[in-house]
């Protein structure tokens, strides 16, 4: 099938900015859409960002402004850049993929997932 495997999640301070990317292996032509998850001790998993093949993206409200999805199709690498991150944005980062372009906002509905990447935001 596919795998999904996140990384350049860690420690920044606030008004910091990071990098993450997912790198998708397998069956990767059963795919179109890909993004980001998180979710945070205690909390609903919501959604950040999504991006079809095609370049389409849709984010979510808390991140709108701030971070920036985009994708490699040749290296079936899709990137999340955080800028101005924010104690709140402290969370698991879950790259997840979807046969179409339906990015829920909670996550229900994705085809595949990564394991996540820790991103932690100090104050």
């Known amino acids: 099938q596919v795998q999904l495997v996140e990384s350049g999640g860690g420690l920044v301070q606030a008004g910091g900015s990071l990098r993450l990317s997912c790198a998708a292996s397998g069956r990767i032509f059963s795919i179109n859409g890909m993004g980001w998850y998180r979710q945070a001790p205690g909390q609903q998993r919501e959604l950040v960002a999504g991006?079809?093949?095609?370049?389409?993206?849709k984010y979510g409200d808390s991140v709108k402004g701030r971070f920036t999805i985009s994708r490699d199709n040749e290296l079936n690498t899709v990137y999340l850049q955080m800028n101005s991150l924010k104690p709140e944005d402290t969370a698991d980062y879950y790259c997840?993929?979807?046969?179409?372009?339906?990015?829920?906002?909670?996550?229900?509905?994705?085809?595949?997932w990564g394991k996540g990447t820790l991103v932690t935001v100090s104050s």
């Open positions: 997840a993929a979807v046969w179409d372009y339906t990015f829920t906002e909670s996550g229900n509905g994705m085809d595949y």
């Open positions: 991006i079809s093949r095609g370049g389409a993206t």
